[in-house]
Nanobody
Framework: QVQLVESGGGLVQAGGSLRLSCAASGLTFSRYAMVWFRQAPGKEREFVAVINWSGGRTVYVDSVKGRFTISRDNAKNTVHLQMNSLKPEDTAVYYC????????????????WGRGTQVAVSS
């Protein structure tokens, strides 16, 4: 049974930082691209960042470029999202997902999902 479990969310002031983690089990982690999405209340789920199986390629949504960094540790089956210079508009539930595609940026390109972790940024 595949499980993706996110952690690290919380409440932070604008300009602050958070580091999200996603622990994976039940799958051959190194064969999957890992993706972070987010969903704010009343909005559609939005792509944030993706990292390919080796960690050698990453893609970010424009709104987080230069502020967020995605990384992975295949030995520990974990993926991280370092979020710096947070803004109130980053407030959302953040989801980790795994995709068999080399790079995935859409929800329907992902095979497995975590339950999400809440990030709230106050102004």
């Amino acid at each position: 049974q595949v499980q993706l479990v996110e952690s690290g969310g919380g409440l932070v002031q604008a300009g602050g930082s958070l580091r999200l983690s996603c622990a994976a089990s039940g799958l051959t982690f190194s064969r999957y691209a890992m993706v972070w999405f987010r969903q704010a209340p009343g909005k559609e789920r939005e792509f944030v960042a993706v990292i390919n199986w080796s960690g050698g390629r990453t893609v970010y949504v424009d709104s987080v470029k230069g502020r967020f960094t995605i990384s992975r540790d295949n030995a520990k089956n974990t993926v991280h999202l370092q979020m710096n210079s947070l803004k109130p508009e980053d407030t959302a539930v953040y989801y980790c997902a795994a995709s068999r595609m080399t790079i995935a940026t859409k929800p329907d390109e992902c095979d497995y999902w975590g339950r999400g972790t809440q990030v709230a940024v106050s102004s």
